[in-house]
């Protein structure tokens, strides 16, 4: 088995495509299990659809743990005026058939990381309140974790006010608490995934025909609330594929070490990061910031490594 993984996530779409992505990428790595956070929709809706994508994918073996309801200090955002009122519009997925396995999520995460044979990787798709827990409440994980690599904050505009991505806005005190943690980290701020958007060109990999791939291909040609994407590119931005993309292909990203460093303040910039890519205040890095994506190349790869989903699927499930 490759590297063992704990997908921490808030399902959302660019959630849901990473997390297929993960699944379908087994055993070059190994999905020890998913943790869910509030953050595109409430902790009970992202736990559902955690489930239901993991159904979607013949997974119902995999692990669901229900994570935090709400940030540490500030009162829940969600998103569904982008992701829909379920979280994953554009998606047709059943109800799920089975139920979160019950103990928290930071339980999970603390036990799964303590008594792996193996470090662990964290791949942290939303707020990142279900990892600042796990750090405080048992802070000799840190020395477990091998990577944990984040989706979240810009290093130029933000995308949910105009300082600061989403997933540090919702909850700037968990990101203030992971980035001082000296983990190992490799963060994915909008800078970067806003060079991966599907754009039509970029779906031509997908096979429309096949179930779990057609459930892709609709959830990214969905109208889009509110017109195009920010900065007016033909298409929804995964954000989150790029963390699983990254572990799977490492050379099609490129960055550099820096220090980031959260707001926490209330006011216009809380939530945002500060990424010193010049190195200008001197302070030892806490993070690897990527910076380049080859886009093209890395949906190609998405779309040959999901199809081996549809291809582990049962012969009923393949009819169309
Ligand atoms: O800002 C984008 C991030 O916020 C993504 O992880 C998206 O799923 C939402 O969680
Ligand atoms: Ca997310």
């Known amino acids: 088995m490759g590297r063992r993984i704990i997908i921490d996530t808030d399902p ?23 943790t869910t956070v509030a953050g595109n929709v409430g902790v009970a809706q ?34 569904e005026f982008i992701c829909g009122a379920d979280g994953l519009a554009g998606m047709a997925l ?13 339980s999970f995460l603390v036990d799964t990381i303590m008594t792996s044979a193996e470090t662990v990787t964290l791949c942290a798709l939303g707020p990142l309140t279900n990892i600042a827990m796990a750090l405080r ?13 984040i989706m979240g904050g810009a290093r130029d505009l933000g995308n949910i006010t105009a300082a600061a991505e989403f997933n540090t806005f919702v909850d700037p ?38 179930p779990i ?26 954000h989150d594929p790029c963390v699983i993309a990254w ?23 809380v939530g945002r990061t500060t990424i010193d890519w010049w190195g200008r205040s001197g302070a030892p890095a806490n993070a690897h910031v990527v910076d380049r994506i080859d886009a093209d190349a890395m949906f190609a790869r998405m779309a040959e490594a999901v199809r081996a989903l549809d291809l582990a699927q049962p012969p009923t499930k393949k009819a169309l």
């Open 247 to 269: 572990l799977l292909w490492p050379d099609l990203f490129e960055g550099r070490d820096c220090r980031v460093d959260v707001e926490v303040t209330e006011g216009p910039t």
């Open 94 to 106: 059943p109800a799920p058939r089975r139920a979160a396995n019950p103990g928290h999520a930071v």
């Open 12 to 34: 959302g779409q660019d959630d849901a495509l990473a997390i297929l992505l993960a699944l379908a990428a087994e055993p070059g790595v190994e999905v020890a299990g998913i």
């Open 137 to 149: 409440m048992e802070p000799a994980i840190a020395d477990r974790i091998d990577r944990l690599v």
């Open 173 to 210: 005190h968990a990101a203030a608490i992971v980035f001082d943690a000296g983990l190992p980290i490799t963060l994915f701020p909008l800078s970067a995934t806003y060079q991966a958007v599907a754009t039509p060109d970029r779906l031509t990999g997908f096979d429309a025909k096949a």
């Open 213 to 238: 791939q057609a459930q892709i291909l609709s959830m990214l040609r969905r109208e889009r609330p509110g017109g195009a994407s920010l900065g007016g590119a033909d298409g929804h931005p995964m």
């Open 46 to 79: 992202t736990t559902i659809n955690a489930l239901r994508v993991c159904q979607l994918a013949g997974r119902d073996d995999v692990a669901v743990h229900a994570g935090c309801a709400a940030p540490l200090m500030r009162p829940l955002h969600t998103a």
